[in-house]
């Protein structure tokens, strides 16, 4: 389950053959008498593109998209748009059996990710993955001048042995 920042929405992931992401309104005001559906239920997003389950979510910091990660064998990671569901991009996190991927963040502010690829010029948002043993940092590139798409770029790290040092390798 995940909160967007202001608390008026929260998306969970659902488990089955063909799991998707639904994202609700939590202001039961608006629920009662301006919504279409009483439930709250705003959007679900990624019908065809998981398998299994959905191990992770996160609204990015101003709501408009949302990330997950899958439960297949790449951890097939998908980010959507909040306004129509449509898939923006996707990409493969890790191989390996699932669940490897345990938590995601979308980091509140947008950063020079030089550093994560060469490919993304100016500030970016930055996604970070993280499992047993492995740290990934995203630089995701929104769409910009009549361009339509996103872009994902990543880096990976792996934790130490001696998790408790707090030692990262990249």
Known sequence: ISLNSDGTLA????VGRKPYISIWRTNLESISGNSSDPSGLVIQCGEEFFTRAINAICFSNDSKYIVGVGCDDHCSMGIFSVATGEIMCEVSVANGTPPVIHSIAWSPFEYNTIHISREHEGDCDVIVTAGYRHVKF?????????HTFMTLEGRTGRLDKSVGSGSIKA
């Open 11 to 14: 998306a969970t992931g659902q």
């Open 138 to 146: 995203w630089s995701v590139k929104r769409p910009c001048h009549g």
